[in-house]
């Protein structure tokens, strides 16, 4: 097996979970009363205690919690720290599904808990994932590992300042964190693939055109 093996089982685990996770937020939200503000307010409020049909983005929170474990089991070129913080921040995200907030609003300190563990290992895990060679996929060298986890340190620091001072963009600010999240795996399994393209079509470049015998 070479470095940029993923089997197509990853493959298909990392493009389902960006698909999942937007078409079920807008999915979820339209099933709220017309109060409901996706720029304002956060995708946690999709599975309040009170929330109408609550069960779809509960449903899409296991769901894609699926697929990122799946995916790092499956990401095998990918460093094994950067994978078991993924599949980590996976299964403490899905717990988010098990710690609704409350109704009536407020917080709950145990959906925090939770929430904040799932965000900082989905975005932390490619500091784990990198590897050097001349054969490893783009997308795990080193720099655009650590360039991956700084974007997110970013985009968490904006939505926690949202949840702070209340400037009303809280919502906007967790869908794209999420979204980001969501892409990072996609993207790394993406570039183990296109380099295992590449690389045999070099290896048939080196070996020449078979001339038929005689």
Excluded: K, N
């Excluded at 999915?27 to 009363?33: F, G, I, N």
């Excluded at 995916?71 to 988010?96: C, D, E, F, K, Q």
């Excluded at 895990?125 to 360039?147: D, E, H, I, K, N």
């Amino acid at each position: 097996m070479t470095v940029q093996d993923v089997p197509w089982w990853g493959m298909a685990s990392s493009a389902a979970a960006p698909v999942l996770l937007v078409g079920g937020w807008t999915v979820a939200a339209e099933l709220q009363p017309p109060s409901f503000d996706p720029v304002s307010d956060t995708v946690s409020e999709l599975m309040a205690v009170d929330a109408a049909d609550r069960w779809v983005m509960t449903a899409v929170f296991l769901a894609v919690g699926v697929c990122y474990v799946v995916t790092g089991i499956a990401l095998r070129p990918a460093g094994l720290a950067g994978r078991l913080v993924l599949i980590a921040g996976a299964v403490t995200g899905m717990m988010v599904a098990a710690h609704p907030q409350p109704a009536g609003g407020g917080g709950s300190v145990s959906h925090a808990i939770w929430a904040s563990l799932g965000f900082a290992g989905l975005a932390a895990w490619p500091a784990g994932a990198w590897r050097r060679g001349s054969s490893v996929p783009w997308a795990l060298r080193p720099r655009v590992c650590f360039r991956a986890v700084a974007v997110q340190i970013l985009l968490l620091t904006w939505f926690v300042a949202e949840l702070v001072i209340g400037a009303g963009q809280a919502g906007l600010a967790e869908r794209v964190v999420g979204v980001d999240q969501a892409l990072c795996p996609l993207a790394v399994v993406l570039s183990c693939r296109l380099s295992r393209i590449s690389a045999g079509a070099w290896r048939h470049y080196i070996g020449g055109p078979q001339v038929p015998s005689q």
